[in-house]
């Protein structure tokens, strides 16, 4: 954005003596691209702590796919004890959204896309077909919810776009962890029929879009009834 490296990031390089050969034509490169605006994937926030000093600083946070390793001498993972965890270890930190946005917002000064937020869960088809996933209802509403409030913070946030519409392979779980508001009739090596079935989430969103946002904290209200 600024056409220069961060300046704590190149100290952290150079106490390595890791930093690579920059030429003048490089930087020049860097300063002509300029982008329109930031895009941004969300799901989960990650805490650290200071360091001890010893390796027990490397020590993982909790995950699936979000592993954070800490670094000895430098800081290490910790808990964060005011958050909930997905069954994949997965903190649910809709706030942090909020100051995420702010801080790109004042970093950057540049229009914010929501490219990808979502919650994956292994849901359950019902006998009746139905797939009642009212948490997936509960954790994009609150995200959607600290959206509203970092615009009224002045963030120009211009798009938001869950992740996923359908279910689709998941890189850890296959299809045991499902990310979908349309439900794909699957197992992980059976392809059963491959049917598609609405979860109670897509009419829910179908609903957040028609009223652009407004039943947002009223999702009883906001389900439509088919």
């Not at 849901?123 to 009212?134: P, S």
């Amino acid at each position: 954005m600024w056409g220069r490296y961060n300046p704590l990031f190149w100290s952290y390089l150079q106490e390595r003596g890791i930093e690579p050969v920059i030429e003048q034509v490089d930087m020049e490169d860097i300063q002509s691209g300029r982008p329109d605006l930031v895009a941004i994937n969300y799901y989960s926030t990650a805490t650290i702590a200071a360091s001890i000093g010893d390796a027990s600083d490397v020590t993982a946070r909790a995950g699936d796919q979000q592993i954070m390793l800490g670094e000895q001498g430098v800081y290490r993972a910790a808990e964060n004890p005011y958050t909930e965890k997905t069954k994949y270890g997965w903190v649910i930190d809709p706030v942090g959204l909020r100051l995420t946005l702010r801080k790109v917002c004042e970093r950057y000064g540049l229009p914010i896309l929501i490219t990808e937020n979502g919650i994956g869960a292994s849901d359950v088809l019902e006998a009746d077909n139905t797939i009642n996933d009212t948490y997936r209802i509960d954790f994009i509403e609150k995200h959607l919810e600290q959206i509203r409030l970092a615009l009224t913070d002045g963030v120009d946030v211009i798009g938001y776009c869950p992740w996923s519409v359908i279910d689709v392979v998941s890189t850890h779980q296959g299809y045991g962890k499902r990310y979908g508001m349309i439900y794909v009739n699957r197992g992980e090596q059976d392809l059963k029929d491959l049917k598609r079935l609405k979860k109670k989430s897509f009419s829910w969103y179908q609903e957040v879009i028609k009223q652009n946002g407004r039943c947002i904290g009223n999702s009883d209200q906001a389900v439509t009834k088919e």
